[in-house]
């Protein structure tokens, strides 16, 4: 089976700060990867780097069959912008379009990157609406939202693309807590129907029940990977069981609040 993402010896700097070290990762076609560990880990950098948002400058990167980055040198932009296509994103800020309605903004990359017409792009954006329990707010304005809404939306507007696999960022850390659940349950059904995806959340009840495989990260580097049992069950690694011990700690305190 041939890797949809795969990196190798991935090295990032910010500022003569090493955020990445000798990162080597493969996500499979279908398969949920959860990327965990404590904030400051590199886990967001990582996934910006797997659709050129950020540069590594050392390492390989290959997406969809492709080179993405080769011995840290970037492919050409026209190429880049192509194989981006490939590649949906959901970011913790939602960035829709305050100006577009909500068909609008999942409309909006099919027509004027990939040339829909409008009548096609807004039927299947209506139907992806309603994957996301959303088809009643497609005349919605971004403004008269929730958070929770704004970010149903934005998976619908990367799904329109009808990317090879998903990146999510921290999809659920800017919404209030009663609202990370239909978030939660979006991408627990995005991974039900075989939609490939890589993870970074601090949310480890997902990871546990979603996830293929959990990536553990600190300073930069992976701790551990393996199977949701191996990590949350009988972490190998003394790093992961500090992280998850600390995780449940929080939790029960703000369960208890």
């Known amino acids: ?19 990445l070290h000798g990162i080597n ?18 886990k967001s950098t ?11 400058e050392e390492g390989n990167i290959e997406i969809c069959g492709k080179p993405l980055l080769t011995n840290g040198t970037m492919l050409a932009d026209h190429e880049l912008n192509h194989l981006r296509e490939q590649v949906g994103m959901v970011f913790q800020s939602f960035n829709l379009f305050p100006h577009l309605s909500v ?6 990359g099919p027509r004027k990157i990939q ?19 959303l088809a009643h707010k497609a005349d919605a304005m971004p ?18 693309m009808k990317p090879q696999v998903m990146l999510f960022d921290e999809p659920t850390s800017a919404l209030d807590p009663e609202l990370v659940g239909e978030v939660l349950q979006v991408m627990k059904a995005l991974a039900t129907e075989g939609m490939t995806m890589l993870v970074v959340t601090h949310e480890m009840g997902f990871a546990r029940e979603v996830a293929d ?10 701790v551990e990977s393996g199977p949701p049992d191996q990590i949350f069950v009988n ?11 600390a995780v449940l700690s929080r939790n029960q305190q703000s369960n208890g609040a």
Not at 25 to 42: F, M, Q, T, W
Not at 46 to 56: D, M
Not at 103 to 108: D, I, S
Not at 143 to 160: C, E, F, N, Y
């Open 115 to 133: 040339g829909v017409d409008k009548d096609s792009a807004e039927s299947f954006a209506r139907e992806l609406l309603a994957k996301v329990g």
């Open 1 to 19: 089976m041939k890797s949809i993402i795969k990196l190798n010896d991935l090295g990032k700097s910010f500022s003569g700060n090493r955020v």
């Open 213 to 222: 495989v959990v990536v553990v990260m600190d300073h930069g580097r992976i």
């Open 25 to 42: 990762l493969e996500v499979n076609p279908s398969e949920v990867v959860v990327i965990i560990g404590p904030s400051g880990s590199g």
């Open 143 to 160: 403004a008269t939202l929730s958070g929770g809404q704004k970010q149903r939306v934005a998976i619908a507007r990367a799904l329109a």
């Open 103 to 108: 068909l609008g903004n999942v409309t909006v």
């Open 235 to 245: 972490p190998r690694e003394a790093r992961t069981r500090s992280f998850l011990q």
């Open 46 to 56: 990582l996934l910006r780097c797997c659709n050129g948002l950020e540069v590594a």
